[in-house]
Nanobody, 128 residues
Framework: QVQLVESGGGSVQAGGSLRVSCAKF????????MGWFRQAPGKERDGVSQ???????KYADSVKGRFTISQDNAKNTLYLQMNNLKPEDTAVYYC??????????????????????WGQGTQVTVSS
């Protein structure tokens, strides 16, 4: 059974940095895509960044130049390095995985519905 377990969230002041991690368990074949989504109170879950099995990446406009997605296949872990954090980055951050083909970066989608596996989420709070 696939499990995704996030860690590394926390509280930081604006301008600070955090790295969130997502450990993957129980999968037998490589996912087509891995991604980070976030959800702030009262808002929809939005895509932050994705990486596909061609190692192509994409980012939401709001985080370009500040966030970096990466994965260590030897450690079965996905990362999101977040620099120059802003109060508007405050949200619960979710790791997600997919075997779908349409989640690949080339399709230009940003649809949580493409992802069938989700972690429990980790809170990131940025104070001004």
């Amino acid at each position: 059974q696939v499990q995704l377990v996030e860690s590394g969230g926390g509280s930081v002041q604006a301008g600070g940095s955090l790295r969130v991690s997502c450990a993957k368990f129980g999968y037998t074949t490589r996912f087509t895509c891995m991604g980070w989504f976030r959800q702030a109170p009262g808002k929809e879950r939005d895509g932050v960044s994705q990486i596909d099995d061609y190692d192509r990446t994409k980012y939401a406009d709001s985080v370009k130049g500040r966030f970096t997605i990466s994965q260590d296949n030897a450690k079965n872990t996905l990362y999101l390095q977040m620099n120059n954090l802003k109060p508007e980055d405050t949200a619960v951050y979710y790791c997600a995985a997919s075997y779908s083909l349409t989640c690949r970066v080339a399709y230009g989608r940003n649809n949580p519905g493409d992802f069938g596996y989700w972690g429990q989420g980790t809170q990131v709070t940025v104070s001004s």
